[in-house]
């Protein structure tokens, strides 16, 4: 067993003064148990806790660290921009030019306005769809996550047709009856709700490729019907990318599935580890914003120039190295392989997801195609494996509804302790 001693003392302070002792409630094991691991470092694809401990990364910050941490680029980026002040509250020329920069990676982004997370990003877009086509109600998937603006902690109603519930207290009744919710990949559904609130509905918000209930894929024809929904009814179609964008490829999924959502969110990868999002897309939506238009949205520290230093060159670094999606993609590939062997090898059955720098293991045999098939996972294999993991130095997301994420920085020998490790576990917790 690993020595997680100074993680453990940690976690009990944490608790007399941070509720349920973390900042982010993901942090806190609570899904798979035991005490969340104190972080002091972390360095290309390892990352060690208060004791020493040193862990192969799969978490990435959940997702941001595509290149490893503390990158030397981005880490000179920023050493150089804080010499100059933290914030200035006020534009600047990088500004300018990471805005220019994604409105050249994303094909759908005319205009792009920077916010401090991806919560911030989603909870403005939806507003301005709201603002824009001056209707309330926004249609979400059950499984995706896109932040935690009231709008979204919505759970299905019993029904397709039903009214979602607040999933959160503090969220009013009056906030959930403006968000509907469909199954991811079920196209039927949206056109049921579609038809049953005609011109009522303001947007579709999704992940295009799901990542939030472990990681799931766009069906066949799921995409293409949403887009030719949208057009048919005058619904804003919104990606949330906050995870998928710069991951999957420059363009994101939007890039790599071939189709053109009206407004995109975006976080994670595009802040280079820094507290950044981003929203944006047509020009003549985005012109609806303050102050070139009539819906509200600001932020003291947006633009921040040690953010958009670290954004910018996080970025640039992207776009100028197309082989990184390859090396991360086949990276990825030798992994599923490896587990595939592993599963084999010890007569298993399980389901794996995957695209690009996306994977997941769902600890069941059937194919996940939504959060309700997400949900016949067993999520007590889940745990002693999580664990079983941690121990031998891997460090995996803590929730079976969670996607792993790689880095360029994994080697060929980080990939190989990884499978060893996971048939050594999944060995172990059967
Ligand atoms: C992480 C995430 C968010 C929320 O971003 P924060 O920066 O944590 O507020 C929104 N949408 C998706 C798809 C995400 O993965």
Redesign the pocket.
């Known amino acids: 067993m690993l020595d997680i001693s100074s993680s453990v003392s940690l976690f009990e302070n944490a608790g007399h003064v941070i509720p349920g002792g973390v900042n982010s409630p993901v942090r806190a094991f609570k899904a798979v148990g035991g005490t969340p691991i104190f972080i002091k470092s972390a360095n290309g694809a390892y990352i060690f806790d208060e004791n020493d401990n040193k862990y192969i990364e799969l978490i990435n910050s959940?997702g941001p660290m595509i290149l490893g941490h503390a990158h030397p680029l981005i880490t000179e980026a920023v050493s150089k921009a804080i010499q100059n002040s933290l914030s200035f509250g006020a534009p600047t020329a990088r500004e300018v030019e990471i805005a220019e920069l994604i409105v050249s990676m994303i094909p759908s982004f005319e205009k792009v306005r920077m916010v401090n997370?991806?919560?911030e990003a989603?909870m403005s877009a939806i507003r301005l769809a709201r603002g824009y086509t001056k209707r309330d109600k926004v249609i979400k998937f059950e499984g995706c996550?896109?932040?935690h603006g009231d709008s979204f902690l919505i759970a299905a109603g019993s029904g397709a047709i039903t009214m979602g519930e607040p999933n959160s207290p503090g969220v009013t009744k009056g906030t959930a009856k403006d968000t509907l919710t469909a199954p991811y990949n079920n196209l039927e559904a949206v056109e049921e709700l579609v038809n049953a609130n005609k011109d009522e509905i303001a947007a579709i918000i999704l992940?295009p490729v799901a990542?939030?209930m472990g990681c799931v894929l766009p069906k066949v024809g799921f995409l293409e019907g949403l887009r030719k929904v949208c057009d048919q009814h005058g619904i804003i179609l919104i990606f949330?990318e906050?995870?998928t964008g710069f991951r999957l490829a420059k363009g994101g999924a939007q890039e790599v599935f071939n189709i053109e959502p009206d407004l995109t969110?975006l976080?994670?990868i595009i802040g280079g580890g820094m507290p950044v999002?981003a929203y944006g897309g047509k020009k003549e939506i985005m012109d609806f914003v303050s102050p070139s238009g009539p819906v509200y949205q600001a932020g003291t520290l947006s633009g921040n120039p040690v953010a958009m230093a670290a954004g910018f060159t996080m970025l640039s670094y992207l776009n100028e190295h197309p082989e990184v999606y390859q090396n991360l993609e086949s990276k990825t590939l030798t992994l599923k392989k490896g587990f595939e062997t592993n599963l084999e090898k010890l007569g298993l059955d399980y389901s794996i997801n995957q695209i690009g720098s996306m994977i997941s293991i769902f600890f069941t045999n059937e194919k996940v195609e939504n959060f309700e098939d997400a949900q016949k996972s067993n999520m007590d294999l889940f745990k002693n494996y999580f664990h079983e993991m941690l121990n031998r130095g891997i460090y995996l997301a803590p929730s079976q509804y969670e996607t792993l994420f790689l880095s360029d920085a994994l080697t060929d020998k980080d990939l190989n302790d990884i499978i060893s490790a996971n048939f050594e576990s999944l060995k172990a917790i059967h």
Do not use: A, F, L, R
């Open positions: 959940w997370s991806g919560t989603t996550y896109h932040g992940e990542g939030n949330d906050v995870m969110c976080g994670k999002g």
